[in-house]
């Protein structure tokens, strides 16, 4: 396995267009989480999966953005009219929950920019 | 909601010095866990704390965790400069599944 693995790395998009990005997570971890992260800010949390149920969203996250997780496995997360404030990289991790443990592996990150 | 903090925001030292961030929660965690993000890379893992007052000692990193469950620190002892990045803490409370992140501390090094 490889680790978490993000695509694309990087998008340039016209302002109101729409973008989609997908994480696959490493193939054991039942959690994967979508997360925001802006030059000089920490990662934000946007939502998150245990296997295929999306279990919590952030109440920042508006109604323009929506991620889904068929099966359980692979992710995507949907920006639908983007706007410039939503340039940032997105981050998605994955993990293997087990009571008291939850540790986040990163991706690399999709870079957006909206221009 | 709940919120992290970490201070200070930047930090530049000369190789060799010591190095200390702190962050603190609004609410009491139920765990709190430590991140490094390298210039361009994304976070990396470093430790995970759940006791109260618990201590833990990465080779020249020593992590802490309050009392009271709601503030932490890292200190780096006699920086090098393969500990440039930025430092995130990350908790969770109780019943809560996702991790909130601090904005982090960025550490500079002069060589």
């Known amino acids: 396995d490889t680790g978490v693995s993000q695509n694309p790395r990087h998008k340039i998009t016209k302002r109101g267009q729409n973008v989609t990005f997908r994480c696959d997570p490493i193939?054991?971890?039942?959690?994967l989480y979508w997360y925001r992260q802006t030059l000089g800010q920490g990662p934000e949390f946007l939502t998150y999966?245990?296997?295929?149920?999306?279990?919590?969203k952030s109440r920042l996250l508006s109604d323009r953005f929506s991620a889904e997780r068929p099966k359980g496995s692979f992710s995507t997360l949907e920006i639908q009219r983007t706007e410039q404030g939503d340039s940032a990289m997105y981050l998605c991790?994955?993990?293997?929950?087990?009571?008291?443990?939850?540790?986040?592996?990163f991706g690399a990150g999709s870079r957006l920019t909206v221009l | 909601g709940q919120q992290v903090m970490q201070i200070p925001q930047y930090q530049h030292v000369q190789e060799g010095e010591d190095f200390t961030t702190y962050c603190n929660s609004s609410t009491t965690l139920s765990n709190i866990q430590w991140y490094k993000q390298r210039p361009g890379g994304h976070p990396v893992f470093l430790i995970q704390l759940v006791k109260s007052g618990e201590v833990k000692k990465q080779k020249r990193l020593t992590f802490q965790f309050g009392e009271a469950k709601k503030n932490s620190s890292l200190h780096i002892t006699a920086t090098q400069t393969t500990d440039v990045g930025t430092y995130f803490c990350a908790g969770s409370i109780q019943g809560a599944q996702k991790l909130v992140f601090g904005q982090g501390t960025r550490l500079t090094i002069n060589p």
């Open positions: 999966f245990q296997n295929e149920a999306q279990l919590e």
């Open positions: 991790a994955s993990s293997f929950w087990v009571s008291g443990a939850n540790v986040l592996t």
């Open positions: 193939s054991e971890h039942n959690r």
